[in-house]
């Protein structure tokens, strides 16, 4: 055997081992970019059920102000009647319904929402996809009761007004 077939008997042994040297660093860069790929999964994962526990939290705060604007629509409505003197009237019993029936679906909205202001505890483990449904159904009912709570507060300003104006003419046909 020549000088020319062990050099290249040589450059093909050193070949096979950078080759060697090359596989191994492949495989242990993809396992490092696996790694990678599940910190960030799990960091977005934490993230989304802390936005699952922040929105069902933002849920039950519009619920309870619903609540308050449902009881101060319930007095001016009593407010309105009594000053337009029909105090006691089935119109007053059909829009005193007409609240109960708005707060009775806040109060559904706020049971749902309650299901998850520790959303860590309930949902840790599950599947991406139903992390992102809940969180969607969330979103969804918090834009839903915000709008009901905005309802209430037109509607208390509208009898509000009207109420002020019976008063008004109460106020000046009792001189």
Do not use: C
Not at 102 to 126: I, R, V
């Amino acid at each position: 055997m020549g000088t020319p077939e062990i050099v290249s008997a040589a450059a093909a042994v050193v070949s096979a081992v950078g080759g060697a040297f090359a596989a191994l660093a492949a495989f242990r860069s993809a396992a490092s970019a696996r790694v990678a790929q599940q910190s960030a999964a799990a960091a977005e994962h934490r993230a989304a059920l802390r936005q699952i526990g922040t929105t069902a939290t933002e849920v039950l705060i519009e619920a309870e102000r619903i609540a308050s604007r449902g009881n101060d629509l319930k007095i001016a409505y009593q407010t309105l009647f009594t000053f337009a003197g029909q105090s006691g009237g089935s119109r007053k019993k059909l829009y005193e319904s007409a609240v109960d029936e708005k707060l009775k679906h806040a109060s559904e909205l706020a049971d749902y929402a309650k299901l998850f202001t520790t959303a860590a505890e309930k949902l840790d483990g599950t599947p991406p996809e139903e992390t992102d449904r809940v969180q969607v159904r969330l979103s969804n009912t918090l834009t839903e009761i915000r709008a009901l709570r905005e309802d209430l507060e037109r509607e208390l300003s509208g009898v509000e007004g009207q109420s002020a104006t019976y008063r008004d003419k109460a106020i000046k046909g009792s001189m």
